[in-house]
T-cell receptor, first 111, second 114 residues
Framework: TQLLEQSPQFLSIQEGENLTVYCNSS?????LQWYRQEPGEGPVLLVT?????EVKKLKRLTFQFGDARKDSSLHITAAQPGDTGLYLC???????????FGKGTMLLVSP | KAGVTQTPRYLIKTRGQQVTLSCSPI?????VSWYQQTPGQGLQFLFE???????NKGNFPGRFSGRQFSNSRSEMNVSTLELGDSALYLC?????????????FGPGTRLTVL
């Protein structure tokens, strides 16, 4: 069974702070995706990383895929209340058509 | 273009009943996947349909079933409901099956079993 462990499970910070969310596994993934889910909505894809060591930036969000393609991190700079939501990582493996999701990190950014 | 739609958005049932949930994918998308989301287990894969054929199935009992129609719309059915079936059921569509295709999620159906 492929498992993705996310940490922390819950994070409450003030506007303007920086934070990092982690996604770890003992399995190798061919791709790793990050989603954000807001209350009452389905997850929305933020980024897909496919190469070990890859770093992608999306405005104040920086995503990194580990060299061994077993882990990933999401760093948010100067968090804003609009960043509040559940952040999910999901791993895909070649030859499989389904994704394995972590349980998520619930982020609350207060003004 | 319109996103993934799911109906109904909210549903309350009692133990032993059965329920049918519906998902309309984005126009042109042929793959539909279903997930169950609970606070304790997170998102768990139920099954995936592509061109009316079930291609993958998660580790759920036979009470959970689904189907896909020729217009790619999909339904999932849960029979003999149990309290533990209370969850948010999410549907996701993509152009093709496989992890290389972006999945677009609907808002989900919140099922409560009393």
């Amino acid at each position: 069974t492929q498992l993705l462990e996310q940490s922390p499970q819950f994070l409450s910070i003030q506007e303007g702070e920086n934070l990092t969310v982690y996604c770890n596994s003992s399995s190798v993934f061919s791709s790793l995706q990050w989603y954000r889910q807001e209350p009452g909505e389905g997850p929305v894809l933020l980024v897909t990383v496919v190469t070990g060591g890859e770093v992608k930036k999306l405005k104040r969000l920086t995503f990194q895929f580990g060299d061994a393609r077993k882990d990933s991190s999401l760093h948010i700079t100067a968090a804003q209340p609009g960043d509040t939501g559940l952040y999910l990582c999901a791993g895909g493996q070649s030859g499989y058509s389904t994704l394995t999701f972590g349980k998520g990190t619930m982020l609350l950014v207060s003004p | 273009k319109a996103g993934v739609t799911q109906t109904p958005r909210y549903l309350i049932k009692t133990r032993g009943q059965q329920v049918t949930l519906s998902c309309s994918p984005i126009s042109g998308h042929r793959s539909v996947s279903w997930y169950q989301q609970t606070p304790g287990q997170g998102l768990q894969f139920l099954f995936e349909y592509f061109s009316e054929t079930q291609r993958n199935k998660g580790n759920f009992p036979g009470r959970f079933s689904g189907r896909q129609f020729s217009n790619s719309r999909s339904e999932m059915n849960v029979s003999t409901l149990e309290l533990g079936d209370s969850a948010l059921y999410l549907c996701a569509s993509s152009l093709g099956g496989g992890v290389g295709y972006e999945q677009f999620f609907g808002p989900g159906t919140r099922l409560t079993v009393l």
